[in-house]
């Protein structure tokens, strides 16, 4: 098979920069609604580098089906073969490119929150055990979301997601470590005044290891910490349905006030566990390609000039122990377009309307991402 330049690139990079596929390793692909030949380039890239491929499909209306009528039997028994597989895995790949993202929204939500609940310890084992690297794959649906031609968005696409993510190297590694050595995070804009503690607990680099397209520098709340409102400002898709303007109330860590265009939903979901009403991740976006938000949480999270604090588990490490089936991320851009907004670490404006201001973290603002 003939395949496609730009694929073979992309799947260069995902075997290489993003998982370091090393001889013998053993790596899940797992491929919804992708092109075979994509799935045909990750294969061979997997091979050239001495590792064994398995694959996996799946086709987003026929994973509808199964949820529709999920029983606790079925799912308990699919988490079992899911993570003894998993638990085989050196490294993971996903691919997700359905043209309907929407195409779960008439799931109950009874039967959503049992498939997650049973499948969390597959997504666990993922995430805290393997090379992991998640990412889109370019549809005309997405080329919708965003409001671009398809062949525009393809090459937006590919231009993204083989973005030379050394280059955001230094200036990420200067703002882990400022957030590391940080106590008190206050964060400010139009209907948004949070403040909480990140004291003691790291902070992580994501620069093309976990997720393509990447951007971020992420951290996470002291778990009573947060206190304030925080308004949202991209919209987002969870679990099939769609939302618009959420903003969230925090007493003590806790959301006690949650509402948006779907609020009855996003109760239902945040009742999912008593973790899904806590945060788990606090996070600062920074990828110069990525502008506007498109329903697409791989893409939007890394918005330039946006941070996102999230609903729900904790990762393990920069994590504060929260446990929940919901990880959500919810994301609001800060540059001036969307209304601006600060970021202060101690006291000290380290972010205002999307530019980072100390010289040390000039680095991750697009003038010099895109100078390269």
Known sequence: ??????FSQLADGLTGFSTSLAKGERVLIDAFDVPDAMVIALVRAARARGAQPFVQIHRARVTRELSLGA????????????????????AYIALRGSDNI??????????????????????????????WVVLRWPTSAMAQQ??????????????????????????????????ASTDQVRVTGPGTD??????????????GQYNIPDGEVF?????????????YNAPTVYLGSSFDNIRLVF??????????????????ILDSDPGARYIGEFAIGFNPHILEPMRD???????AGSFHFTPGQAYEDCGNGNKSQVHWDMVCIQRPEYGGGEIHFDGKLVRKDGLFVPKSLHKLNPAYLLAG
């Open 1 to 6: 098979m003939i395949i496609d330049p730009r």
């Open 146 to 179: 965003a409001g671009m031609s398809t062949e525009a968005f393809e090459d937006f696409y590919f231009r993204v997601c083989t973005l030379d993510y050394a280059r955001m190297k230094p200036g990420m590694r200067a703002l882990a470590e400022l957030m």
């Open 297 to 303: 949480i791989l893409f939007d999270e890394k918005i």
């Open 71 to 90: 029983e606790a039997g079925q799912y308990e028994l699919i988490a079992e073969v899911e993570l003894a597989r998993m638990r085989k895995m050196s």
């Open 251 to 268: 007493k003590k860590g806790k959301i006690v006030e949650a509402t948006s265009s779907n609020t009855t939903k996003l109760n239902q």
């Open 194 to 207: 949070l403040r909480f503690s990140i004291k003691g607990i790291g902070a992580k680099e994501c620069g």
């Open 219 to 231: 951290s996470c709340p002291v778990k009573d910490s947060v206190e304030g409102v925080v308004q």
């Open 102 to 131: 929407f195409e779960a929204a008439d799931v109950p939500s009874e039967r959503v929150q049992l498939v997650s609940r049973l499948m969390k310890p597959v997504i666990d084992q993922r995430v805290n055990k393997t090379k």
